[in-house]
């Protein structure tokens, strides 16, 4: 895969527009030099507007962090939906962030969300990860069945649209050391495609791109891409201007 990705998801962060917009400005600057990386800013609803007027270039992508199953309007008070995204400049959203199956999401209501999202045209990354690893290995049933369950009724020719974000609970919000180690990463990666491949087949399986997300910043993501991902999906680092252009020098490295 040529293009690798830098995924920025803000969270419920910051608290006012003037904040977001300093976060993204220098953000802006940082990526003006950026060849190969994609960079999609993921800040919450209300700040998408502003910083599209404060943006007419093409290296950065706007996406959401979550968006609702009804694919246009509806009485659905205090949800969005994916085509509103789609026809208001946002070209990505987030789907089961575990901070949201946390709170109420299972497989199947992130299912209808990432096939909603696809009809209307989004790039969806869709997160799964297990809460923590036993020694058997029983996280590698469960992490196919979250994939599986969250894919489930989509086409291979829709496959283009999914990233998947392997984000495994145990390494959110940590710091850098208790970040996954590169092997074991490529290990999860290999196992990811493997089940793709299973689902689908092996060309399909190879173009969906397979990041990850945990606890990654400057000091860390040289070490982890050793785990031949495609790209991260960062929380705290993406808030922080100069942690951007560290981890964006590094993508384009190679
Ligand atoms: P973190 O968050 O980078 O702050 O660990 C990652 C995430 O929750 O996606």
Known sequence: MDKRFLIANWK?????????????????????????????????YV????????????????????????????????????GMLAENGVAYVIIGHSERRELWEDDKTVNSKVRAAINQGLKVVVCIGERQRDPDGAYFSS????????????????????????????AIGKTEKEAIDPEELHTMKI??????????????????AVLY?????????????????????????????EEIKVMLEVLNKK
């Not at 006012?16 to 060849?35: D, H, L, M, P, W």
């Not at 943006?55 to 009485?75: H, L, M, N």
Request: glycine share 10%.
């Open 143 to 170: 992490l196919r069945k979250e994939l599986e369950e969250s894919l489930r009724g989509l086409h291979r020719s829709e496959l283009h649209r999914v990233l998947i974000a392997y984000e495994p609970l145990w």
């Open 47 to 82: 700040f998408i507007p502003p910083l599209q007027e404060e943006y007419s270039g093409k290296k950065i992508k706007f996406g959401a962090q979550d968006c609702f199953y009804e694919e246009r309007v509806g009485s659905y008070t205090g949800e969005v939906s994916p």
């Open 213 to 241: 997300g945990g606890s990654v910043n400057s000091a860390n993501i040289e070490e982890l891409l050793k785990g031949d991902v495609d790209g991260f999906l960062v929380g705290r680092a993406g808030r922080k201007p």
């Open 191 to 208: 196992f990811i495609r493997k089940v793709l491949s299973e689902n689908y087949d092996k060309n399909v399986a190879l173009k969906v």
């Open 12 to 44: 419920m962060h910051p608290v006012g527009v003037k904040k977001a917009k300093e976060i993204f400005s220098g953000a802006k600057e940082k990526a003006s030099r950026s060849k190969n990386v994609e960079l999609v800013v993921c800040p919450p």
